[in-house]
């Protein structure tokens, strides 16, 4: 039961978060909020304040922050529609936006804690395109084709979701008190027996405490674009056949019944880390929130934003009954997405 309650807190955090970040800009641009919910269906407590009712509702999966003239014409100059093209693409990226900075603080605490990631080559085998490439151990991989590469887990990713392509690589390699750059290009050799494509190294890594406030800022931002650039990776296997829809994506159920396993293992070692294992689900759940609600798909903010710039583009905004019916489609095709999901889920479980 505790580990359901962990992962409903969590998922009820980053809503909140996403949520108050549409409301604190609305609030700040003069736009009225008619009410500002947390979790979705009938409400289980509602309070009317000055302007807008604060609503907590019985499923703790989403929520809304519902604006005066968001989805329609009204002529309140407090409503939506009526304010700068600006003031209205501000309100809408800031709920993403809240959720970044909400995943740079979680990623903060875990760097705090745990440190971070140094890694080198620890062995090269003979023969393999590392090796006829020049790589040699003690060499550590900066970049990756276009790729900056700070941690083991970027070249995992990068090799994963771009198999066998071609790889132009950067490395810093040991020379004196210092180190010197090299560049080198190799291609992977699949494996038969790793069932996947390999440079034909093996990587050491440990962890290090962060030493000042600029490198605790560096390195818990890259915890945040890590999350970022493996999100986008993970959308690139699915369209790319690499991995299956069953497999690739999970809805709230699947998701917290992985947070609640989590939990249950390292509540098991300690306070301390089963508490570092909720900031780290929170830190990915509420990036991958930020760039999937920044996808240019109808009724999510980044559809909503493609609008707001072809307005603001175009010099006069898009007509409110064809964008309202291209969102009421969007709307549609994710209720069954969300249905499709849940089915998923549900039948992963048994």
């Not at 269906?41 to 499923?59: D, H, I, V």
């Not at 939506?80 to 800031?94: L, P, Y």
């Not at 998701?255 to 880390?273: K, T, Y």
Request: proline residues 3%; charged residues 15%; glycine residues 8%.
């Amino acid at each position: 039961m505790l580990n359901i309650i962990a992962a409903v807190l969590v998922f009820g955090l980053i809503v909140l978060v996403h949520e108050f970040g549409h409301f604190l800009l609305a609030k700040l641009n003069g736009i009225g909020v008619v009410e500002f919910s947390i979790g979705m269906g009938p409400r289980l407590l509602s309070w009317q304040g000055a302007e807008t009712r604060y609503s907590l509702k019985l499923l703790p999966f989403g929520g809304s922050c519902m604006m005066l003239g968001e989805d329609e014409t009204d002529a309140d100059p407090k409503a939506f529609g009526n304010k700068s093209v600006w003031a209205r693409i501000s309100v809408v990226f800031a709920g993403p936006a809240f959720n970044f900075i909400l995943a740079f603080f979680f990623a903060v605490i875990i760097v705090m804690n745990i440190g971070y990631q140094k890694f080198e080559i620890s062995g090269v085998t003979e023969g393999s395109p590392a090796a006829e490439a020049g790589l040699e151990p003690g060499d550590v991989i900066t970049r990756l084709n276009s790729r900056r590469i700070t941690a083991y887990e970027d070249v995992q990713v990068y090799m994963m979701a771009n198999p066998g392509e071609t790889l132009h690589i950067r490395y810093s390699r040991p020379s004196g008190d210092g180190y010197v750059t090299g560049e080198t290009v190799l291609t992977p050799e699949y494996s038969q027996a790793e069932g996947r494509y390999l440079m034909g190294v093996t990587f050491t890594s440990r962890y290090v405490k962060a030493e000042s406030l600029s490198e605790l800022a560096y390195y818990s931002a890259y915890q945040v674009r890590y999350c970022i650039t493996s999100t986008f990776d993970s959308l690139k296997m699915l369209f790319t056949r690499q991995v299956q829809v069953d497999e690739a994506v999970a809805g709230p159920v699947r998701i917290v019944a992985m947070i609640g396993e989590n939990v249950e293992e390292s509540r098991e070692i300690g306070l301390s880390v089963m508490l570092l294992t909720l900031c780290y689900w929170s830190l990915i759940l509420s990036a991958s929130l930020g760039i999937m609600n920044l996808l240019p798909i109808p009724a999510l903010d980044g559809g909503r934003l493609v609008f707001l710039i072809l307005e603001a583009i175009r010099g006069k905004a898009i007509d409110q009954e064809k964008e309202s019916l291209v969102h009421m489609a969007g709307l549609v095709l994710l209720m069954a997405l969300m249905v499709f999901v849940l089915f998923n889920d549900i039948r992963s479980l048994f």
